[in-house]
């Protein structure tokens, strides 16, 4: 079956640090991949995607950057952290169009 | 832009009875829908999905209503549980490989 694992889990970071969140999926070839963020209270708001590898699409312009060097990994990262960066990141893979969006455990970050 | 709207932010149900969650959107190239229920701290988990040529679809204690001439959709949990209390995601897609995500409404099932 597949799997998707996100970590770490929790991360407080201070402001101007860099960011790597790593996600991997399990148990499929190329899945689609994304990166959401939800901010407290509201939605789930798309960062990226990614139909293959090195193949990123960016929905919102902002400080974080996204990329797939492997079939099933897909990595967020930040060159330098700023407050509004703080939020609950969550990975999701799908096999397809009209396929749910399966999601990993998320990671709580928080800048200081 | 928000083209999924859950316009009921909380909603609080006894143990036993319906749970009826409402999700509209704006978005007349959706073409697939679907329900996600999330627990604090972790990740949503899929529940039901409906394809935009159906207009019901059932699994279990849940059912999808999809009525397209009205932009709307709505979940049904028969018989609620305390399980059930979660926050509760609407979310569509059209040709693309994206979903657009409501914000979401949090079910409370009293014991």
């Known amino acids: 079956s597949q799997t998707i694992h996100q970590w770490p889990a929790t991360l407080v970071q201070p402001v101007g640090s860099p960011l790597s969140l790593e996600c991997t999926v399990e148990g499929t070839s190329n899945p689609n991949l994304y990166w959401y963020r939800q901010a407290a209270g509201r939605g789930l708001q798309l960062l990226f995607y990614?139909?293959?590898?090195?193949?990123i699409s960016s929905e919102v312009p902002q400080n974080l950057s996204a990329s797939r060097p492997q079939d099933r990994q897909f990595i967020l990262s930040s060159k330098k952290l700023l407050l509004s960066d703080s939020g609950f990141y969550l990975c999701?893979?799908?096999?397809?169009?009209?396929?749910?969006?399966?999601f990993g455990d998320g990671t709580r970050l928080s800048i200081l | 832009d928000q083209q999924v709207k859950q316009n009921s932010p909380s909603l609080s149900v006894q143990e036993g009875r319906i749970s009826i969650l409402n999700c509209d959107y704006t978005?007349?190239?959706?073409?697939?829908f679907l329900w996600y229920k999330k627990y604090p701290a972790e990740g949503p988990t899929f529940l039901i999905s409906?394809?935009?040529?159906?207009d019901k679809n059932e699994d279990g204690r849940f059912t999808v209503f999809l009525n397209k001439s009205a932009k709307h959709l709505s979940l049904h949990i028969v018989p609620s549980q305390p399980g059930d209390s979660a926050v509760y995601f609407c979310a569509a897609s059209n040709t693309d490989y994206k979903l657009s995500f409501g914000a979401g409404t949090t079910v409370t099932v009293r014991a």
């Open positions: 999701a893979w799908t096999s397809g169009r009209r396929q749910p969006q399966h």
């Open positions: 990614s139909v293959g590898i090195g193949q």
């Open positions: 409906i394809s935009s040529i159906k």
């Open positions: 978005n007349s190239m959706f073409d697939y």
